[in-house]
């Protein structure tokens, strides 16, 4: 009989399953096998069986490797130190088979042989392998040219959309500024030293796909400034092909900024009141293409709920031109940082600072007129403070 | 509980070899943690990190952050990582005999 | 050897399909030919096809050389995964697509995901490689995704339906926007292991990680005592202090959130909010999970209009009517009463039946 | 010259000028002839005159009576003692020109023959009167049948809108339940022993017309349970006298449960969609009425900014029948204070405290089971408590 | 003399005019039939009519008495006040409305204030009797409504308009809920009495009073401390202790907020939100204050749909937009920093330019 | 400021009666103060309330709330006004010679 009949069920049925992926890791790898043992132990207890925390690293770096030890050593001997390695992916996630590949020799050689692709931050997951094998590891992704991600309160690998890889909603180049940012702060990735994580994504386009504002301190957001580009032709195509142009498109248009003359098979577009949304160019992208003055709106603050609730990140500057060498954005971060940095208490992320001292202290911190763009709604209590400068 | 071979005594410590009881730091320890944190010798600047964190966790409870040691020491975070290679959480903090750091340094 | 640092990942220019070198920024429109089948066109005329698989995420190496032997068959060695880990094959040449799509078949691959699909679930942990988890991560993805499995081929829902999961409040996976969360919660206070605080706690730093503040210093004891009712089990002191484990087989569990979303379609992002408490871990299958989720999926499926969210859905028909149409029982917990609750209560007698 | 020039200025203009009603009775009463000459101090010096609180009374009541003395008694000493005394007005602030004729006479004699007709609350606020009046200005108001008001802790003052008086969308007696509630707690009116103030506002309908959900701690509107009452002949006369129907009734609905035929000129209503918001209803009046079975929902927590901001009264009881004697209500009425006097810390509004102890708990005080009707949205955070004893 | 005390207030039936006592209860609809001019109408068929009238709130007893006089004239006698402050003439007999109003009209008493109107301002004691003030409100009001008397006689806006007054923060008028608020706000710290505080204050009320957490005690001096960076001059601290003033000639003045209803129809209570941080106290007639209230209740009318209340129309239109077409300058006092501000941060790329 | 004679010496109180100076309190001064508040003879029950105002102020510097006073001395609020006329606030707090309520009582 199996020792591991609880697993076992999870091979069955049609999604691809994880169980079958860690036995065939098993079949190499003795962590592998004891993964799977004390996984079953933990569907039989209820229960995980990883020790709190754990130190563990490479030379010259203070995060990107996150320690584990089993709590159950004796048992699962294979597992007692387990520790997972957070490798940068390059930039949308683009791959050359020739470099998966050579990854996953250097993870047959010193790990489980068990990855996540990816990590829900973007990183590439090698998932297990004891202390001693860390630096060896990491000496021969170095080799082959890939370098560890972040963990703990520093930088954290920042994540970017398909965009203009294979996107035509791409209103920045989100594959190149995301490399460029990631070079330029090495060390911030790799040593520590902020008050708590600083996570960074960033999408081309309002569409977030990367999940940049609930899911990141500062979220980089394509958009732009002009009109949108309308091609009456495709829009009569659409029309011909029997697209409800009036139900699907013109009516959940929030703003109701558009006209569609269903006799005409024209559409208006009344683009000073377009909110950018999205919705009419991703139903008609054949016929509606964002604008040509392309930049993007910076968001900050976004987290998940401890300590204070989850936030999503916010609009600090509505449009920054976003072209190399990036140097306004950059400018822009360091100050923001350097504030964070100052002011922050231990694991105190970025939202919460501004929570606590104020938009408006942060906005003079980094050089930001205030902007109705910033907000929803302005405040609705009457609690507000002067510069007693301005009270004479 | 693994055990840590110090000058001839068994010094129990954590899978991460931080001290399980951190009474029983000593100067001599701390040599001896060093080593296994590439530290071949602990110098003056090395003892000012050490001493640093020793005096900060006394009075405070807890580690520092690391922008106030550097700030504190006057070290940039470049000559830490060369003090420490581990870093300063994981290197400087054990060899200070400091509890398992979990947010801070 | 000295080692070599802060190199930085692998530069993407050098990993892109000869194709999008070439209209690198240039496309001009997209068509979803099937499910899990793109084809995006260029201003030059160009074209791409991209055949999108689902993928476990917890996989071996040998998983990610069979799919390498296949990019290497279909698409010139090119391919890329997506923002939820499923798996991009990116083709230049049409003829090969069907052919890559047969072949992905016959392996018994989910090929599908794009659309007004369920896509991959994010997700983290669980017991894999966690020390706070709450709940198993990839075995309730997995089951959960057995049973859905005819939303990811097919497109045949009305929007996008996101479904995340996260093992514990940490929230690794960002659930919190949604359009169905699973979140593993704790239900029991931290046990407090005297010996463990004193001798491995950064006590101040543990009494501020508290959201509610309730954790007080016990300076005689050298450690520290929970108020326990104003505990919620969030497990961030455990997070400061291995001494204050929170795991337990009968407290943990899963709760179900709805109705979050992060696009900027239409609508704004939205948070998901808390519509079933509490459900019981229960391996290797989590039924009572599944079939919850399965029937939030269906109802909206079957109320809302076409391109409306989860969460859009229910703003327009309210959350009384979700509670009735859903069949969920309405139960105290969902009644918010964190900082600024009363933002949440309804100030109206406007609402329905 | 005019000593008051300032002042004067006020006079000029179509709008009925306070200041010539304050010099009508200064021509009768020094101490208003001393208020308008104060006030054109406080205008000259733009700040007030009036010292700090006061504590004055009538025997046997602990309210309904604001003390005030002025700053600058040896320059306007007719204003030196200048209190107010606020009376309870009657139920819809109905009156015969009888009754307000003594109400004035009792007035011209003890006090500055100034008043507001109305304060905020709903009080007829008698303004000004010296310490000495205070006893006899109130034994003589008993004696015309006029009672006290209330101040300080207490329950203050109740106040309701026209309804069944005088208007169509009545769904509850508010002036016999206003009548009712007063007389069964004049003790809890005049005799502060509360935490804090507690404000009762009773509207007949949801248009709120006596702003009871922003300015009540506890609101009570009508509502109904069944059907719109629609008189389609009246829809149709509507339509024939040119109104939109569609795009000012129809087109408003925030449910979007109706449909309108303009063929045939009649509407129809998806009652179980409908949030009867009114909205339908105050617009054509003559052919929609509220339902049958009707009732009050009972909204609990709204008050002013100060502690923590603003709060609007938020739903307690989605519906309650509200026939005399109104046990039921008065039944929650009084778990409600009982429970607020229990926990509430001093100056602690009822709002207030159900935030700082959570609404579950309050609920289960005051034994009402948890609604979806209570809320706008379920919590976000996942901050939420077990009864331990539910978790084995 | 043993005084008769909880008798309460007079009991209203014997205040209804008898076509009320009448049809009590059984009103069937309504019909506006020029400004200040209603008619009910009751199943029996019977009417009534009600004449409205601008009252300024402080009045005398004189006015009382004239009033009572009109109303022998043309209403057997009866009135009654509105919650706006306003009077209303109940006329039983159709043919004295007609009298009535030229009667009114007459005495230059505003007639109005029905419907899409700007109604009487609710509003508060000011400097006449009140000791936190820190604006007058009367003097306010009239000005306001001079400069506004053609709305109030008139119903030519597109939906109602609520326009509030209070004179501090306590927010007596209850201004948080009016589609726009006039709030008298200090913009210093209270200049601490020490000789007070000792004598005369309950100092742990004190300190609990301060929403901000900007009052510590100083045992040494038995008196406060305000860490005036942390006080934002709500004034809570001067009402509960005399020692601790706030008002200031300079200090103080009046800020603007807008968008606030009450009713449920279409849309729930919103709150109003600040638009003008401050405006100087320019008395007798606050012409920043009349202009900045006119320019706001112009650029409304002239942009709403009907039936669109100002709250309505600045959803509809967004706030950046709100500040464009009414020119007022977005301020960083507008920007919430109070607990839960994150709320008010706009979370989306979806703006309009 | 105005002056309350009492026992031949002149006491300052502000205008609603209350010690400018709480220093000077006692218990003749309650007996004079409490015959201006109605209350001609401070019996054994007065006694208690007002001792029980001096003791709650002199340990948490504030005025009880009036349920605490009640539930403390177990008097019904209805007592409490037939002992004190003017009530809890304006009249024994007054004889007590503590400041002014603001909030409470
Ligand atoms: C591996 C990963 C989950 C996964 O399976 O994908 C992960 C795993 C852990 N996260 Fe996370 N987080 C991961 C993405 C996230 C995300 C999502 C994101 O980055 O988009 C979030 C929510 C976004 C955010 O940062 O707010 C997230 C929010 C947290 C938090 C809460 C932080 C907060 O401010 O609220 C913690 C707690 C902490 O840092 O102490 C945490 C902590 C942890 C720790 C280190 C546990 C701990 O308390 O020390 C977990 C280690 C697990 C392990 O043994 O490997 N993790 N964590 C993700 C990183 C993979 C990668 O590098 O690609
Ligand atoms: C590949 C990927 C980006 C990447 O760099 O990896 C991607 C690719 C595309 N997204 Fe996305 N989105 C991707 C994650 C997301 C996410 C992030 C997430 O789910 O965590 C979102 C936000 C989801 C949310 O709001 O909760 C997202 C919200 C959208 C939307 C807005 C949908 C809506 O109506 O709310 C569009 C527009 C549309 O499809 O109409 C869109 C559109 C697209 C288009 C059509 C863009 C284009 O023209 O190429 C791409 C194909 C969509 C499809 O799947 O049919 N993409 N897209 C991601 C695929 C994830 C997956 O494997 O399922
Ligand atoms: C007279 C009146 C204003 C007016 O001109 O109409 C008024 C006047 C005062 N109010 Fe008020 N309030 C008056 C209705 C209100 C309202 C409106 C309402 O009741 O609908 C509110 C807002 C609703 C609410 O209660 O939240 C209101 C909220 C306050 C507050 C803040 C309470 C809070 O919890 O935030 C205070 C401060 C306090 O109680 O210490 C206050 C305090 C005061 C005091 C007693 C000043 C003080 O700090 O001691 C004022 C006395 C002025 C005087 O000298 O006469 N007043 N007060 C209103 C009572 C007249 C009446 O009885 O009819
Ligand atoms: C007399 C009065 C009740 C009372 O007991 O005193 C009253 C009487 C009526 N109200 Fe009102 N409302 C009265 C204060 C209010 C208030 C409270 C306030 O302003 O502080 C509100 C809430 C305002 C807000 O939302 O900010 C109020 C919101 C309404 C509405 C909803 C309007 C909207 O679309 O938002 C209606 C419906 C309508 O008029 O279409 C309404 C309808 C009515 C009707 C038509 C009801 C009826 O059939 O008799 C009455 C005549 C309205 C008119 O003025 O044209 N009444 N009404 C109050 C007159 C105040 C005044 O002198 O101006
Ligand atoms: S975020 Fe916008 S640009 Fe990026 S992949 Fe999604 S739709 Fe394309
Ligand atoms: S992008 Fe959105 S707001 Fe703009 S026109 Fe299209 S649907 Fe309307
Ligand atoms: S969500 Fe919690 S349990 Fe799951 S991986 Fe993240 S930190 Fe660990
Ligand atoms: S589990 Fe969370 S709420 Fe409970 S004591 Fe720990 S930190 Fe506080
Ligand atoms: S609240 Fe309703 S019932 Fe009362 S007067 Fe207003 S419209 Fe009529
Ligand atoms: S009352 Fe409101 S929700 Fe109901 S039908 Fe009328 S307009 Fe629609
Ligand atoms: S709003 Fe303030 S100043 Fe005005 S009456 Fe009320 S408490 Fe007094
Ligand atoms: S004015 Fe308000 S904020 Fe300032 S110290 Fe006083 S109570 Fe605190």
């Known amino acids: 009989m199996s020792e591991t009949p609880q697993l076992d069920e999870l091979e069955k049925g049609p999604w691809p399953s994880f169980v079958t992926e860690m036995k065939r890791a098993a079949e190499k790898k003795d962590s592998a096998k004891d993964l799977i043992n004390q996984l079953e132990r933990s569907y039989e207890d209820r229960v995980g069986h990883w020790k709190h925390g754990g130190i563990v690293g490479v030379k010259g770096y203070g995060g990107g490797v996150i320690g584990r030890y089993s709590d159950l050593p004796a048992e699962f001997p294979a597992v007692s130190e387990f520790h997972t390695l957070r490798v940068n992916q390059p930039s949308g996630w683009f791959y050359t088979t020739d470099i998966l590949r050579q990854l996953c020799e250097v993870w047959d050689k010193h790990g489980s042989g068990l990855t996540n692709m990816h990590g ?14 860390l630096q060896p590891a990491f000496d021969d992704l170095a080799e082959i040219g890939f370098d560890l991600g972040g963990s703990g309160s520093d930088m954290r690998t920042p994540s970017c959309c398909v965009g203009p890889g294979r996107c035509e909603y791409a209103c920045i180049d989100t594959l190149d500024f995301l490399y460029d940012i990631t070079m330029q702060y090495q060390n911030e990735l790799h040593r520590p030293m902020f008050p708590y994580k600083s996570k960074i994504k960033v999408s081309g386009c309002p569409n977030d796909c990367v999940a940049a504002v609930p899911r990141s301190d500062i979220a980089i957001l394509g958009t732009w400034r002009d009109n949108i580009q309308v091609d009456q032709a495709a829009v009569a195509q659409y029309a011909a092909e029997g697209m409800d142009i009036s139900g699907e498109v013109v009516a959940l248009c929030p703003t109701k900024c558009m006209v569609y003359d269903a006799a005409a098979r024209t559409l208006t577009i009344d683009d000073k009141e377009c909110n950018r949304c999205m919705h009419c160019l991703n139903l008609m992208s054949k016929a509606l293409r964002i604008g040509k003055e392309r930049g993007a709106t910076i968001l900050v603050g976004g987290k998940a709920p401890i300590v204070h609730g989850a936030m999503l990140s916010h609009v600090i500057v509505p449009f920054m031109k976003l072209e190399p060498p990036y140097t306004e954005f950059k400018e ?22 501004i929570n606590r001292l104020g938009m408006r202290n942060f906005l003079k911190a980094v050089d930001l007129e205030p902007l109705p763009q910033m907000i929803k709604v302005p405040r609705a ?3 507000y403070f002067w510069d007693q400068e301005e009270v004479k | ?18 001290l399980e009881d951190p009474d029983v730091w000593s100067e001599a320890l701390a040599e001896a943690i060093a080593k296994m944190e590439d530290v071949d010798v602990l110098t003056e600047d090395h003892w000012k990190v ?28 470049k000559t830490i990582y060369e003090l420490f290679p581990s870093g300063p959480a ?6 200070a005999g400091l509890p398992k750091p979990t947010g801070c340094v | 050897m000295s080692t070599k640092t802060d190199f930085g990942p692998p530069n993407y220019k050098e990993l892109l399909p000869p194709v999008i070198e070439k209209n690198y920024g240039q496309w001009k429109y997209h068509e979803r030919l099937q499910p899990g089948l793109l084809r995006h066109v260029a201003d030059s005329g160009d074209e791409i096809y991209t055949v999108r698989v689902g993928s476990p995420r917890l996989v071996s190496t040998d998983w990610i050389k069979d799919m390498c032997a296949i990019a290497d068959e279909y698409c010139g060695g090119y391919l890329r995964f997506t923002s939820r880990h499923n798996l991009e094959f990116l083709v230049s040449d049409k003829s090969k697509v069907e052919p890559l799509i047969a072949h992905l078949k016959a392996m018994g691959l989910p090929v599908g995901g794009t659309g007004h699909a369920i896509s991959n679930p994010v997700h983290t942990q669980g017991w894999i490689h966690c020390h706070t988890p709450a709940t198993d991560a990839s075995g309730i993805v997995k089951s959960v995704m057995d049973d859905l499995y005819e939303y990811f081929v097919d497109m045949k829902l009305p929007a996008y339906c996101r479904i995340s999961l996260a093992c514990c409040l940490n929230m690794c996976g960002a659930v919190h926007c949604s359009d169905i969360a699973i979140l593993g919660i704790h239900r029991k206070p931290p046990k407090v292991n005297h010996e463990i605080v004193q001798a491995k706690c950064e006590i101040p730093n543990v009494i501020a990680a508290c959201p509610t503040g309730a954790i007080r210093p016990d300076p005689k004891n050298k450690s520290l005592v ?10 961030n002191c455990y ?19 709805v109705g979050g979303k992060i696009s900027s379609a239409r609508t704004p992002p939205k948070f998901s909010r808390l519509v079933i408490p509490f459900l019981p871990n229960n391996p290797p299958r989590w039924p009572e999970v599944t079939s919850a989720v399965r029937n939030i999926v269906e109802v909206w499926a079957s109320h809302a209009h076409k391109h409306e969210r989860m969460g859009e859905w229910i703003d327009r028909i309210g959350w009384e009517r979700f509670f009735d149409l859903s069949g969920i029982p309405f139960e105290v917990q969902l009644i918010d009463d964190f900082t600024m609750a009363s933002d949440t209560f309804r100030s109206t007698p406007t609402f329905k039946w």
Do not use: H
């Open chain 1, 332 to 353: 822009l971060l360091e100050k923001i940082w350097d504030w964070w940095d100052e002011n922050g208490k231990m694991r105190e992320r970025l939202g919460e600072l």
């Open chain 1, 381 to 383: 209590n009457p609690y």
């Open chain 3, 226 to 235: 929970v108020n326990e009712d104003r505990c919620m089990y969030c497990g």
């Open chain 2, 1 to 18: 509980m693994p055990v840590m071979d110090v000058l001839g005594s068994a010094i129990s410590v954590d899978e991460d070899g931080f």
């Open chain 3, 239 to 257: 997070t400061m202090c291995p001494g204050m484990p929170v795991a337990d087989p009968v407290g943990d569990g899963v709760s179900i959130w």
């Open chain 2, 90 to 95: 994981k290197g400087a903090c054990k060899i």
């Open chain 1, 120 to 133: 829900a931050t973007g990183d590439i997951i090698l998932l297990g392998a004891p202390t001693s094998a």
């Open chain 2, 50 to 77: 050490v001493n640093y964190l020793r005096d900060y966790y006394k009075q405070f409870g807890i580690a520092p952050m690391i922008r106030k040691l550097c700030k504190d020491t006057g070290f940039q975070l």
